[in-house]
Structures are given as structure tokens and as C-alpha cells.
């Protein structure tokens, strides 16, 4: 694992963001839970400031959001498109994992409908620092990091020669990304460490519930590459360590189960004996989506019967169609007459 990663890791390890400058060192701490509790009460205590001094909530913030052309309804619909088509490309990312052009321009795709979801959520929350919420929030942040950070010496930093804007913005600039978490949490030195620590029972010195957020969510990414590993359908070394790719084999593996499942939902209601052998049975939807996972469930045989049919009415253009001149039946009644002829014959 490449040293940038490692660094990363031990400020996990140690809880802590280590920020130097010239001569000063500074030491941002990993808010304890007592901190945490009490952040809440300053929360509140700048919501109420701001509500009383006619600041606007967020909801209020919609109407000018939409007057100026940053909000619209239809937005939340096309972020629900967007993260379907991210999905569908994850899952093509899984399957041409061997091939390297493909998968580069399936990336491609990923990271610009990535950046089109991005923009459309920060349209929409273009003026959130300007509410109620984002001024509690503001408050909140700013008293945790005065709480938080340290002279190398251990003692509270007075904030006399940098503020406190400075160093949060530090803070935010070194968030650890999704990314990052992933590739400590599938390599050494972290995957023997945490090997270790689940025998022993001892992880970072604390109890879980003392944890802290990078910490839990290091842990969290661990599991999840446990049960990867674990899992009877694990993928190849070449997916496990893609993003990418493994996102799309998780959403494989859902869409599987989900199938499954739907199939043996479908398999329950068409027990009835008197219909188990029909060639064609019909299952009412509850919604659109219902009768799209009811849809999925139909063979290669039947999807393509189906669309020979559809493009039957389409010909019709609205004209009255009778149903023996769809293309299926006409093959069904031909089979049919052939075998009744054939009987005939052996009859004679």
C-alpha cells in the first residue's frame, strides 16, 4: 500500500489530524462522544438565535431556490434517474472488468453522471448555509473544532495566531474520501491488523461505541471486504480491488436475489394447479415498478415473443387486429395442425 495511505491510516489509528504551520503543530482530535452530546445543545441554542432573528428554514428557502431557477421539482425524479443509470453502469463495469477499453469508457460514463448528480445537489443546496440549519450547523462545527484542537504539547491551542475558518477549512480539505477507506481497508498493513484484533477482541484501545466516525467507518469497510471474501460467489482479485467494478457485483447480487425472490413470489401465486401448465400466465401490478420486476421474469423465449407482438400492433397502427395473425399464435396454430394431421395419419 502506497505510504500516502499508510499516513492516512495512522491518523485513524491515533485519532487525530496532525496540521503544521511553519513552527506551530497543531493536533485536531477526533471529537469524544461527551463532546458530541454537548455540540447539540449549541445546535440548538444557534437554530433558536437564528430562527428569532427571521432567518429562514430550509424549506422556507425552496421557493427561492425555484424563483431563481437552482430548484425544481422534477429535480428530485432526475437525481432517482441518474442513480439508476449509475447503477446500470456499475453492474456493465462488473462484467467487463477483462476488458480494459470498455471498462475505461464505463468509467468515463460513471464519473460524468457522477458529476451531473453532484451539480444538481448543489444547486438545490446552494443557499442551505444561509437557513436556520446551516447556521446551527456552522455554530456546531466551529465549537467542535475549538474544543478539538491541540498543541503538540497537549495543550488547548488559544487561537492566537490562525483561526478558526483556517483550520476548518484544513479539516474539510483532508476529509477522507470513500476511496481512500476502500483501499486501507482491503490491504496490508490494516488487514492484518484488523485479522488480529478480531481474535482479540481489542480494536483501537476503546470500546466500539467509543469509536470515532473514521474509525467506525473503517471498520464498517472492513466487514463489508469480510464478507466479500467470505462470500460462495466471491469475485476475482481484479473486481475486489476496482470500485467501481465491486460496486457493480454487489448490485448484481442484489438484482439476483431480488429476481429470486420475485420469481418465488410468482411461482407461489401460479401454484394453482389449474394454471401450472398454462403457456401464458398473467400477474396483476400493484405499480410501475412492480410490473417491471414481474416483466424481467419473463424467459428469452417469452421476451422475444413479446416483442414480436409489440411491433404486431405497432404495424396495426391502430387499426383492429385479430389475435391469430400475431406471430406466435399463427406458429402455435401451424404446430397444432401439423400434430393433428400427424395423428391422423397413424390413425389410418
Not at 491518523?11 to 503543530?25: E, F, M, N, S
Not at 453522471?113 to 453532484?118: C, D
Not at 473544532?145 to 483550520?167: A, H, L, M, P, R
Not at 466471491?234 to 429476481?259: A, H
Request: glycine share 4%.
Amino acid at each position: 500500500m502506497d505510504i500516502s495511505y499508510e499516513k492516512i491510516l495512522y491518523r485513524i489509528i491515533k485519532g487525530r489530524l496532525r496540521i503544521k504551520l511553519g513552527d506551530l503543530v497543531l493536533c485536531v482530535r477526533d471529537p469524544t462522544d461527551d463532546i458530541l452530546e454537548e455540540s447539540y445543545e449549541i445546535y440548538d441554542e444557534a437554530y433558536q438565535k437564528a430562527y428569532f432573528n427571521n432567518v429562514l428554514v430550509q424549506q422556507e428557502l425552496r421557493d427561492i431556490l425555484y424563483d431563481h431557477g437552482l430548484w425544481n421539482p422534477a429535480d428530485d425524479k432526475k437525481i432517482k434517474e441518474i442513480d439508476k443509470k449509475i447503477n446500470d453502469l456499475r453492474v456493465e463495469a462488473f462484467k467487463s472488468v477483462i476488458d480494459r477499453n470498455k471498462l475505461q469508457f464505463i468509467k468515463a460514463q460513471l464519473r460524468f453522471q457522477e458529476r451531473e448528480k453532484q451539480e444538481i445537489i448543489s444547486r438545490n443546496e446552494s443557499l442551505n448555509h444561509a437557513s436556520c440549519e446551516g447556521a446551527a450547523s456552522f455554530a456546531r462545527n466551529v465549537w467542535i473544532i475549538q474544543e478539538c484542537t491541540f498543541k503538540k504539547d497537549g495543550t488547548k491551542y488559544n487561537w492566537e495566531s490562525c483561526s478558526v475558518s483556517e483550520i476548518m477549512g484544513i479539516v474539510n480539505n483532508k476529509r477522507i474520501s470513500s476511496a481512500e477507506f476502500r483501499t486501507i481497508a482491503r490491504n496490508d498493513p490494516w488487514r492484518s491488523m484488523w485479522s488480529i484484533s478480531k481474535n482479540s477482541g481489542n480494536l483501537f484501545g476503546k470500546s466500539c461505541i467509543n469509536l470515532s466516525a473514521n474509525q467506525s467507518q473503517l471498520c464498517i469497510y472492513s466487514m463489508m471486504y469480510d464478507n466479500v471474501y467470505e462470500s460462495p460467489e466471491r469475485p476475482n482479485d481484479k473486481v475486489i480491488e476496482d470500485d467501481d467494478c465491486l460496486d457493480g457485483w454487489f448490485e448484481f447480487q442484489k438484482r439476483k436475489y431480488e429476481k429470486e425472490k420475485k420469481q418465488q413470489e410468482v411461482d407461489a401465486l401460479t401454484s394453482n394447479p389449474k394454471i401450472a401448465n398454462s403457456q401464458e400466465v398473467f400477474v396483476m401490478a400493484s405499480d410501475q415498478q412492480s410490473a417491471n420486476d414481474i416483466y424481467d421474469l419473463n424467459d428469452p423465449i417469452a421476451m422475444s415473443t413479446i416483442k414480436q407482438r409489440k411491433a404486431t400492433i405497432a404495424e396495426a397502427d391502430g387499426a383492429q387486429l385479430d389475435f391469430r395473425n400475431l406471430h406466435d399464435i399463427k406458429q402455435d396454430i401451424a404446430i397444432q395442425s401439423r400434430q393433428e394431421g400427424l395423428q391422423k395419419m397413424r390413425g389410418k
